[in-house]
């Protein structure tokens, strides 16, 4: 097991011990990391969930970002909290706590208290306490836990409920964070599932540079941490986009090392270039509202639907580049399609994927096909998300419509 000394729970008695010079050693190190700026700051926000109860995921994580531990040039700093058991002794279940991430141990740097893990403040907090106490010239965030795409959002805390930090909150704890700090970040990813929707990026497109996620589910293994890191280690110049292809790359490799050869999806996609995506999308948007007016090409949209490239049921995402193609001749917007594909491609600078993903270009968008139970509800809270209204209002009046139809056939 770990050495986890360092990362004394803050109840636990302490325990007297002799000050010798590696103790000294140690402290000034730490005092470093505040007054010399480090070329990579990477700050994790690991919401545990029964990720870890269940199967220990987290602190499997955990163990590989031990392996490469903080430098001073790239420091790791962690954040855990929101499941009811942890893998790792040190890490208590009961509190969040803040640590640095060192080679074969943690450091303690904070006890951060019980809050919500899955509420806005609690990740604006750690981003804003991590940003001012690790000044760098970069910065990562990495997003840890369940995904469940731009309605159910990120998260999952065991101790709240489980109900996930929605895509407004996930937004609003991001812009207080980077403007109390007037920082922005180089990379923002999703070691989660279904978190490479155009709804995501759009949301977080004014506070990173590049988004790495996965537009279906991720696996078991998750991301390889003990790779990316010693990758940076040894480069910490890299850019944001070749860290995303090291992320991505290590990813694919780590996952076929643990037996998962197949169903492997994960995209770097470029911010500055969504904006295009989503004008593309509002002129769809507003042929599809269109067509939603008319009964009778209901059954064409879903006959579309249903031969795209299909995501995650629960989350009921669908690669939009394909999905526009489906659409194109059924009803009669293909240079609408084509603008799609055309600002997509662009967007997505690195499409990883095997071939069980033939069409998939890397972004996808929430249209209902699947959970019909929540069809109205789902609707109700997509409009809550920042996304142009046209294609909100699209997804409103085709929900009803799909509800009308199922609540019809479930009374047969």
């Known amino acids: 097991m770990p050495n986890c ?5 803050p109840n636990m008695k302490r325990r007297n011990y002799r ?115 690790y000044p760098a010239r970069n910065y990562v965030l990495i997003l840890w836990g369940h995904g469940l795409g731009p309605i ?27 403007q109390a700090t007037n920082t922005s970040f180089q990379v923002i990813g999703f070691d989660a599932c279904s978190m490479a929707g155009l709804e995501i990026a759009y949301a977080l497109r004014p506070y990173a540079e590049y988004l790495v996620a996965s537009v279906d589910y991720t696996n078991h293994n998750g991301w390889d941490y003990r790779s990316i890191l010693q990758s940076l280690q040894q480069k910490p110049t890299l850019g944001g986009q070749k860290l995303g292809e090291i992320i991505v790359n290590s990813y694919r490799l780590h996952s076929r090392e643990n037996g998962e050869m197949e169903d492997l999806q994960m995209s770097v996609i470029r911010l500055d270039r969504i904006e295009r995506v989503v004008q593309a999308v509002e002129a769809w948007g507003r042929r599809l509202l269109d067509a939603a007016r008319d009964p009778r090409l209901l059954e064409l949209m879903e006959d579309g639907r249903k031969n795209a490239e299909d995501y995650a049921e629960e989350a009921d995402m669908a690669d939009l580049a394909d999905t526009a193609r489906q659409m194109a001749g059924k009803l009669g917007c293909r240079q609408e399609a084509d603008l799609i594909l055309k600002e997509v491609e662009d967007a997505v600078v690195y499409n990883m994927k095997t071939p069980e993903h033939p069409k998939a270009k890397g972004l996808s968008i929430y249209f209902p096909r699947q959970d019909k139970e929540r069809f109205v509800e789902k609707a109700e809270l997509y409009r809550q998300n920042d996304f142009p209204s046209v294609y909100q209002q699209f997804v409103e009046k085709y929900s009803y419509m799909m509800e009308e139809d199922y609540n019809y056939i479930k009374q047969e």
């Open 19 to 133: 000050v010798n010079v590696s103790n000294i050693l140690f402290a000034l190190q730490t005092n470093l990391y505040r007054i010399m700026k480090a070329d990579y700051a990477i700050l994790i926000y690991m919401v545990g969930s029964d990720l870890e109860t269940k199967y220990q995921m987290a602190s499997s994580d955990i163990k590989e970002m031990m392996e490469a531990g903080s430098t001073r040039r790239v420091p790791v700093v962690l954040q855990t909290g929101g499941a009811k058991a942890w893998g790792l002794e040190c890490i208590p279940a009961d509190r969040n706590c803040r640590w640095l991430v060192r080679r074969q141990r943690l450091q303690l740097l904070q006890d951060a208290g019980n809050d919500n893990m899955d509420n806005p403040d609690t990740l604006s907090d750690f981003l804003t306490w991590s940003i001012r106490r």
């Open 5 to 9: 000394i360092i990362c004394r729970h």
């Open 152 to 178: 159910d959002g990120f998260g999952g805390d065991e101790h709240y409920g489980n109900h996930k930090m929605k895509l407004a909150g996930l937004q609003a704890a991001l812009h207080c964070a980077c």
